[in-house]
Protein backbone atom coordinates (compact mmCIF):
# COMPACT_ATOMS: atom_id res chain seq x y z
CA UNK A 1 0.00 0.00 0.00
CA UNK A 2 1.05 3.29 -1.25
CA UNK A 3 2.10 5.60 1.77
CA UNK A 4 -0.40 9.08 2.04
CA UNK A 5 2.62 11.10 2.40
CA UNK A 6 5.56 11.78 0.32
CA UNK A 7 8.75 14.13 1.13
CA UNK A 8 10.03 16.54 -1.10
CA UNK A 9 12.47 19.45 -1.06
CA UNK A 10 11.92 22.75 -3.37
CA UNK A 11 14.78 24.52 -5.28
CA UNK A 12 15.16 26.70 -2.41
CA UNK A 13 16.12 23.65 -0.16
CA UNK A 14 12.89 23.51 2.41
CA UNK A 15 11.47 19.93 2.58
CA UNK A 16 7.63 19.75 2.48
CA UNK A 17 4.74 16.91 2.67
CA UNK A 18 2.14 16.50 0.10
CA UNK A 19 -0.96 14.81 1.18
CA UNK A 20 -1.17 12.20 -1.92
CA UNK A 21 -5.08 11.95 -0.98
CA UNK A 22 -6.22 15.93 -1.04
CA UNK A 23 -2.73 16.84 -2.87
CA UNK A 24 -1.91 19.70 -0.68
CA UNK A 25 1.37 20.32 0.06
CA UNK A 26 2.50 21.64 3.69
CA UNK A 27 5.71 23.14 4.38
CA UNK A 28 8.22 21.45 7.46
CA UNK A 29 10.29 24.91 7.42
CA UNK A 30 13.49 22.73 7.83
CA UNK A 31 16.59 22.33 5.43
CA UNK A 32 17.56 19.42 7.63
CA UNK A 33 16.74 16.12 5.94
CA UNK A 34 16.98 14.27 9.19
CA UNK A 35 14.51 16.66 10.66
CA UNK A 36 12.26 15.88 7.44
CA UNK A 37 12.16 12.82 7.82
CA UNK A 38 11.53 12.53 11.30
CA UNK A 39 8.34 15.08 10.54
CA UNK A 40 7.50 12.46 7.74
CA UNK A 41 7.65 9.64 9.89
CA UNK A 42 5.53 11.69 12.71
CA UNK A 43 2.48 12.16 10.07
CA UNK A 44 2.20 9.09 8.59
CA UNK A 45 2.14 7.78 12.47
CA UNK A 46 -0.87 9.95 13.30
CA UNK A 47 -2.83 9.40 10.33
CA UNK A 48 -2.25 5.60 11.20
CA UNK A 49 -3.20 5.81 14.50
CA UNK A 50 -6.43 7.89 13.66
CA UNK A 51 -7.43 4.92 11.59
CA UNK A 52 -6.86 2.51 14.21
CA UNK A 53 -8.54 4.55 17.25
CA UNK A 54 -11.68 4.73 15.06
CA UNK A 55 -11.54 0.86 14.58
CA UNK A 56 -11.03 0.37 18.07
CA UNK A 57 -13.92 2.76 18.94
CA UNK A 58 -15.96 0.68 16.76
CA UNK A 59 -15.02 -2.78 18.19
CA UNK A 60 -16.42 -0.94 21.94
CA UNK A 61 -18.95 0.26 20.88
CA UNK A 62 -20.38 -3.26 19.25
CA UNK A 63 -19.11 -4.71 22.60
CA UNK A 64 -20.93 -2.57 24.69
CA UNK A 65 -24.29 -2.83 22.22
CA UNK A 66 -24.34 -5.33 20.13
CA UNK A 67 -27.83 -3.95 18.06
CA UNK A 68 -25.63 -0.41 17.73
CA UNK A 69 -24.22 -2.13 14.68
CA UNK A 70 -28.13 -2.12 12.72
CA UNK A 71 -29.61 0.56 14.94
CA UNK A 72 -30.80 3.27 11.48
CA UNK A 73 -31.26 7.19 11.57
CA UNK A 74 -35.08 6.46 12.11
CA UNK A 75 -34.18 4.32 15.55
CA UNK A 76 -32.41 7.31 16.51
CA UNK A 77 -35.69 9.98 15.84
CA UNK A 78 -37.64 7.20 17.25
CA UNK A 79 -36.12 7.45 21.10
CA UNK A 80 -35.64 11.47 20.86
CA UNK A 81 -39.35 11.48 20.03
CA UNK A 82 -39.89 9.17 23.55
CA UNK A 83 -38.04 11.81 25.48
CA UNK A 84 -39.82 15.19 23.97
CA UNK A 85 -42.76 16.52 26.75
CA UNK A 86 -44.36 19.34 24.96
CA UNK A 87 -46.33 18.86 22.33
CA UNK A 88 -44.82 21.82 20.15
CA UNK A 89 -41.39 19.95 20.18
CA UNK A 90 -43.07 16.48 20.02
CA UNK A 91 -44.72 17.84 16.90
CA UNK A 92 -41.45 19.31 15.36
CA UNK A 93 -39.67 16.45 15.96
CA UNK A 94 -42.56 13.70 14.24
CA UNK A 95 -42.76 15.98 11.43
CA UNK A 96 -39.16 16.22 11.01
CA UNK A 97 -39.11 12.69 10.60
CA UNK A 98 -41.82 12.23 8.36
CA UNK A 99 -40.41 14.64 5.58
CA UNK A 100 -36.89 12.69 6.31
CA UNK A 101 -38.57 8.87 6.06
CA UNK A 102 -41.47 8.90 4.13
Do not use: C
Request: net charge positive; no cysteine.
Amino acid sequence: MKSRFTLFRRGNGVYYIEDRQNKSQTSLHTKDQEQAERLLAASKEAQEKALNNMQMARVYATASEPEIATRTWADVFDEIIKQKKTDSTLKRWRTAKKDIFI
